[in-house]
């Protein structure tokens, strides 16, 4: 991309977005810095103390300011905290007390980044909007591709898999091919004060990490309390809500028994947690819904890699589409840890071809 543009860079106060900001500018481009406020951290901080460690708090604002400031950039803050609450937040407890284990940061990129920071870079005019994510988006043959990021530990393909081909015809992914390393090294060429800055590793609105607590907050607790169940059907104990327990779990059951035992599955209708051995987290196929086809449904079931979490290695799978945004995925080889409410998304090599959530 040769031709001066103006681009958006959505800057979250850490490292690779302020890296983004200032390869583009390095490049000769108009560059606009936007970070979004998106939860209001000073309840939390007068409760439960220091949000270090989290993303998109308000040093994370102060810092994503200093930095626009040092390259000279113009900077914006826009407020999102009412639609995060509805479209993130609310999900995000809403998947919990239904018995499913959500991810907050797909819902995130997809709802908030790539649809209402997007709409707000193109009424600035903006011919991009940029982020720091690890992915790259390649034209080829008229239409857009999302792929992998160079860097195996970094790539963010996977949050990524709800991109549309409008969107992605207006995305930037600069750091797609570089690895961390090569990352810092020219923040420090820059001089950027997030040079060093940690990685965040939390989800945002829940700095502790404790989302049961977080939970029951904003939800109250009490209400889900009922029976631990083995996959036998004998009754083996009690729990204090559904919401405290996720497909795969081992620790903090509570029961004692001659084989280590497993959250398999929670019915939320029935409050009932159930638990079996090892052996009953296999499964060999799921359901998924809200499936997007990066570059169009297929006419017929394909071949493809499916991962089901972010970190999962991926396992070769069958693909076949179903109506109303439905596909069923039938694996390979038996996989554990198939959680309901979590993405799976579908590769060929390095593309993306599509993903949904798990039923």
Same mark, same amino acid.
């Given at each position: 991309?040769?031709?001066?543009?103006?681009?958006?860079?959505?800057?979250?106060?850490?490292?690779?977005?302020?890296?983004?900001?200032?390869?583009?500018?390095?490049?000769?481009?108009?560059?606009?810095?936007?970070?979004?406020?998106?939860?209001?951290?000073?309840?939390?901080?007068?409760?439960?103390?220091?949000?270090?460690?989290?993303?998109?708090?308000?040093?994370?604002?102060?810092?994503?300011?200093?930095?626009?400031?040092?390259?000279?950039?113009?900077?914006?803050?826009?407020?999102?905290?009412?639609?995060?609450?509805?479209?993130?937040?609310?999900?995000?407890?809403?998947?919990?007390?239904?018995?499913?284990?959500?991810?907050?940061?797909?819902?995130?990129?997809?709802?908030?980044?790539?649809?209402?920071?997007?709409?707000?870079?193109?009424?600035?005019?903006?011919?991009?909007?940029?982020?720091?994510?690890?992915?790259?988006?390649?034209?080829?043959?008229?239409?857009?591709?999302?792929?992998?990021?160079?860097?195996?530990?970094?790539?963010?393909?996977?949050?990524?898999?709800?991109?549309?081909?409008?969107?992605?015809?207006?995305?930037?992914?600069?750091?797609?091919?570089?690895?961390?390393?090569?990352?810092?090294?020219?923040?420090?060429?820059?001089?950027?004060?997030?040079?060093?800055?940690?990685?965040?590793?939390?989800?945002?609105? &829940?700095?502790? $990490?404790?989302?049961?607590? /977080?939970?029951?907050?904003? !939800?109250?607790? +009490?209400?889900?309390?009922? *029976?631990?169940?083995?996959?036998?059907?004998?009754?083996?104990?009690?729990?204090?809500?559904?919401?405290?327990?996720?497909?795969?779990?081992?620790?903090?059951?509570?029961?004692?028994?001659?084989?280590?035992?497993?959250?398999?599955?929670?019915?939320?209708?029935?409050?009932?947690?159930?638990?079996?051995?090892?052996?009953?987290?296999?499964?060999?196929?799921?359901?998924?819904?809200?499936?997007?086809?990066?570059?169009?449904?297929?006419?017929?079931?394909?071949?493809?890699?499916?991962?089901?979490?972010?970190?999962?290695?991926?396992?070769?799978?069958?693909?076949?589409?179903?109506?109303?945004?439905?596909?069923?995925?039938?694996?390979?080889?038996?996989?554990?840890? &198939?959680?309901? $409410?979590?993405?799976?998304? /579908?590769?060929?090599?390095? !593309?993306?071809? +599509?993903?949904?959530?798990? *039923?």
């Amino acid at each position: 991309m040769t031709e001066k543009k103006r681009i958006v860079v959505a800057m979250s106060g850490g490292v690779d977005s302020s890296v983004t900001a200032a390869l583009l500018q390095e490049q000769g481009h108009e560059v606009i810095g936007m970070t979004m406020q998106i939860w209001d951290y000073s309840s939390f901080t007068a409760q439960h103390g220091d949000t270090f460690g989290t993303c998109c708090s308000l040093d994370d604002v102060h810092d994503a300011r200093r930095v626009a400031e040092g390259l000279g950039i113009p900077f914006y803050v826009v407020n999102f905290e009412q639609e995060f609450q509805r479209q993130v937040i609310d999900r995000f407890c809403d998947d919990y007390f239904a018995g499913r284990t959500p991810n907050p940061c797909v819902l995130c990129n997809q709802l908030l980044k790539f649809e209402l920071l997007l709409r707000r870079a193109r009424e600035l005019e903006a011919d991009f909007l940029a982020t720091g994510h690890y992915a790259r988006i390649i034209g080829e043959d008229g239409a857009f591709s999302l792929r992998q990021g160079l860097d195996p530990q970094k790539d963010q393909s996977y949050f990524l898999f709800t991109l549309t081909q409008e969107q992605m015809g207006r995305v930037l992914f600069p750091l797609g091919d570089m690895t961390k390393e090569e990352v810092r090294a020219h923040a420090a060429r820059f001089g950027l004060r997030t040079a060093e800055k940690p990685e965040s590793q939390d989800i945002c609105f &829940v700095p502790d $990490g404790d989302y049961v607590r /977080f939970l029951e907050e904003e !939800r109250g607790g +009490g209400e889900m309390n009922g *029976e631990i169940v083995h996959v036998s059907g004998r009754l083996l104990g009690r729990h204090l809500g559904t919401y405290r327990y996720t497909v795969g779990q081992r620790r903090g059951l509570g029961i004692a028994w001659p084989r280590p035992l497993f959250v398999v599955g929670i019915d939320a209708d029935r409050r009932q947690v159930v638990v079996g051995e090892e052996e009953h987290l296999a499964r060999a196929e799921l359901v998924v819904h809200g499936v997007n086809w990066s570059q169009g449904e297929p006419a017929a079931p394909l071949q493809a890699v499916c991962r089901i979490r972010y970190r999962h290695q991926g396992v070769p799978a069958e693909i076949t589409p179903l109506p109303a945004g439905r596909a069923r995925v039938v694996f390979a080889n038996l996989q554990r840890g &198939v959680t309901p $409410g979590q993405a799976a998304v /579908f590769y060929d090599r390095d !593309r993306v071809i +599509g993903g949904g959530w798990i *039923e």
